[in-house]
């Protein structure tokens, strides 16, 4: 997870972090051998969103697909990975 370059991710954004995984492995039916990361950026760029939160889905042979949710981490909700992932 991408927390800024010396802050540790708390407890809550490891278990949200870990919660938006298993969110993702359920929708897009994965398994275990799929790898998936979880990370907050926060770009202070005025032509930015402001803080988003980045899903990668790496699977073995397949290029990796990246997916943005435009909240922190702590505030997604299931139907903004739904979204995200079918967009």
Known sequence: MVF????KPSQ???????????M???????GEETTISVSEIQCGDAACP??????LVMQLG???KAYKVLAPLVEVER?????????
């Open 4 to 7: 800024g370059l010396f802050r």
């Open 12 to 22: 809550a954004d490891r278990d949200k972090a870990a919660t938006i995984k298993q």
């Open 62 to 64: 397949v290029k990796t």
């Open 24 to 30: 993702v492995r359920e929708i897009l039916d994965l």
């Open 50 to 55: 402001g803080t988003e939160t980045v899903i």
């Open 79 to 87: 139907v903004q990975v739904e979204q995200a992932l079918a967009g």
